[in-house]
Structures are given as structure tokens and as C-alpha cells.
């Protein structure tokens, strides 16, 4: 075992200890009682991390039973979530485990990544068929109405966004991916006529006009540009941000939790976190291209389209480029299962690259 740590790619460690303590950092400044739940959590995830390393996962990769399996559990759970979840917010995300509250769209997010690996993997060489793309986007597609009707627009989305990466990494000729784009549209079309709750639309609304209902849908992007604004360089110092500190900026610890460090950490704070995720993600891309098996590849390329994809929308929120949709700042926002699920799939491909 210990052979096995030696061979782990410690600067994707290096980076993802980095960015958990600069967000468990801003949790401190801004919401102890929060802090205090997160550091609970990545001792949770630290220790699945290390379980996951210590096992060989290649031969349960390799098994479509294993593969399927966990797919079909997956959208069971989810469904039994809209069913039998507490409302929290408005939404039957979150499942109760005794004190922990657990939201199983995280999970789909890792499942949806590694099934569409093994998928992928295995149509190679047929890549060009019309079922290959079509299969892909139904099963895709199951767990994505899923969390849609929770409602969780967000991860949604996120997991649409997935499928139109492993298209673009599977060698999919450009026909067939035009026509991925197309059923993304519909996918969004028929969202925003059937499913969509009224604040989702008034908030993808509000980013195309900013200055409209300052103390209503555009709020919080306000308060978030205020915030970040204000940070200055070198930012107002650890437990000193305004925004932050009076309350103004809401959901800091989550959504927001980008602009609540520019605020107190300034330009300098936030470079930093955008470069040790640009370098986790560089490397992460390094190890797929030396993958030995194309499964393995998907699946590492895979995970660097999840947290790219979930960094940008968190990123573009703060910024009010994007809609706000909920999607968390992956290692950084508060939440157990997001922490938990990052810091499981960070194992395996630590668990995969260490036996290459």
C-alpha cells in the first residue's frame, strides 16, 4: 500500500488540498457554524479518498455488470430522492442521513462520468453510428429529467454539458456532433416550456438584462460584482469583507463563495485559486493522454470536463456572465456532498495512474 501512495501524482494533490483549505478559509471568515460541518466532511472524503487509492478498480471498470449497475442504481436513488426527500429551499435534493443531509445528484455526477467512459470506451471502434450517439443521449438523458424536476437546474445541466464533452474527446464525425447540439437545444427547449419553475427563468432572463429588478432576480449578481469590485489587489483582509460579513452577500459559502474570497483576498487570493485549478486540470489532462486503456483516458478526460464545467458556471455566475443555477466551485463551495463526491473522483484517478 504504501508502494501505491508513492506512485500517486501529488501535485493534483498538492492543488486539491489547496483549494479545500482556501475554501474552508473563507468558510472560517464568513460562517464558522458552516466550517465546522465542512471540515467534517473532507475528513469523511479524505478517508473514501485513501479506501479508494488502496483498491485496484481496474478489473470493476472493466465490468459492464459493475458499470450498468451502478447506472441503474443510481437513477433508482434519484428517483426515490424526488419521492421521499425532505423539501429544503424548494427542493427535494437532499436525502437525511441521521445528522448528514446527502444530495445524490452529486453522485450522478460521478456515475453519469464514468458510465459514459465505459460507453465510449467500448463503441470506439463504431464510433460512427447513429446509435452510438442516440444511446449515449438517452441514457444521459434519464438522470438528467431526473434532477431537472427536483428542481436542480444546475447539475442538469452540468450533466448535459458532460455528454457534449465525451462527444467532442469520442472522435464523433461533425455531423453527428451537430446534431448532439441540436438535441441539446431541444433538451433546453422543452426544460424551459414543461419544466422550469418561474424564478429559473426569470433568473436566465436576468443575465441578459443586469440593471433589471436591482432588489429582486438581479440582486444577488449585484451584491456579488459589488463584492468582488471591492476587494481591490489585495483585498479588505481575513474577516473584514463587508459584503460579506453584514450579510449582503448571499449564499457566500456556496454559490457565491468565489466573490466572498475576492473580497477579502483581492485579486492576489482569487489568481491563485484560478491557478491551481488551471494547473490540476492541466495535469489531469496530462495523465488521460498516458492512460493505457481508452476507458481509463475517457474516464480521466471525463473528470476534467466536470470540474471545468462546474468551475466555469460558478465563475460565470459570480461575474454575472452565466445564469445563477446553483452549480458549486468544485474543492471550495460549502457542501458536503460535493467535497465528497470531487474527492472520490480525484481517488480514482489517483487509484487508475498509480497501477499504470
Known amino acids: 500500500m504504501i508502494d501505491i501512495f508513492k506512485k500517486i501524482d501529488w501535485k493534483i494533490m498538492i492543488c486539491m488540498i489547496a483549494l479545500i483549505g482556501a475554501g474552508s478559509l473563507s468558510l472560517f471568515s464568513s460562517h464558522p457554524d458552516f466550517f465546522n460541518k465542512q471540515i467534517l466532511w473532507i475528513i469523511i472524503g ?15 471498470l472493466a465490468s459492464k455488470a459493475v458499470i450498468y449497475g ?3 442504481l443510481i437513477n433508482v436513488l434519484l428517483i426515490f430522492t424526488y419521492f421521499f426527500a425532505p ?4 427542493n427535494r ?3 437525511v442521513i441521521g445528522p448528514f443531509q446527502f444530495q445524490p445528484s452529486e453522485l450522478a455526477k460521478i456515475g453519469l462520468v464514468i458510465f459514459l467512459a465505459y460507453y465510449f470506451s467500448k463503441k ?5 453510428r447513429w446509435s452510438t450517439l442516440i444511446g449515449s443521449f438517452i441514457y444521459t438523458l434519464i438522470p438528467v429529467i431526473l434532477i431537472a424536476i427536483e428542481p436542480d437546474l444546475g447539475n442538469a445541466m452540468v450533466l448535459v454539458l458532460v455528454w457534449v464533452g465525451f462527444m467532442m474527446v469520442s472522435g464523433l464525425p461533425l455531423k453527428k456532433l451537430a446534431l448532439g447540439f441540436v438535441l441539446c437545444l431541444m433538451i433546453g427547449l422543452v426544460m424551459w416550456m414543461s419544466i422550469l419553475k418561474n424564478y429559473q427563468k426569470e433568473r436566465i432572463i436576468g443575465m441578459f438584462n443586469p440593471e433589471k429588478d436591482p432588489l429582486g432576480v438581479n440582486y444577488n449578481v449585484i451584491q456579488s460584482k459589488i463584492a468582488i469590485g471591492s476587494g481591490g489587489i489585495m483585498g479588505k483582509g481575513f474577516g473584514q469583507g463587508t459584503q460579506v460579513q453584514l450579510g449582503f452577500l448571499p449564499e457566500a459559502q456556496n454559490d457565491f463563495i468565489f466573490s466572498a474570497i475576492a473580497e477579502e483576498g483581492g ?5 491563485l485559486i484560478i491557478f491551481l485549478f488551471a ?4 495535469r489531469l489532462v496530462a495523465l488521460g493522454n498516458m492512460a493505457d486503456l481508452s476507458i481509463h483516458s475517457f474516464l480521466i478526460l471525463g473528470a476534467v470536463m466536470l470540474f471545468l464545467i462546474q468551475f466555469i458556471f460558478n465563475v460565470g455566475s459570480n461575474l454575472g456572465l452565466l445564469p445563477v443555477v446553483g452549480v ?3 474543492f471550495i463551495s460549502y457542501g458536503g456532498s460535493s467535497i465528497l463526491a470531487n474527492m472520490i473522483l480525484i481517488g480514482i484517478v489517483q487509484s487508475i495512474m498509480s497501477r499504470k
Open 87 to 90: 423539501l429544503v429551499k424548494g
Open 46 to 60: 479524505f478517508l473514501f479518498f485513501v479506501g479508494i487509492i488502496t483498491l485496484d478498480l481496474r478489473s470493476f
Open 124 to 128: 470506439h471502434i463504431g464510433i460512427n
Open 279 to 282: 494547473w490540476m486540470l492541466i
Open 267 to 271: 485579486l492576489l487570493a482569487i489568481s
Open 70 to 72: 451502478m447506472y441503474y
Open 328 to 330: 458549486t466551485l468544485p
Open 93 to 95: 435534493a437532499w436525502l
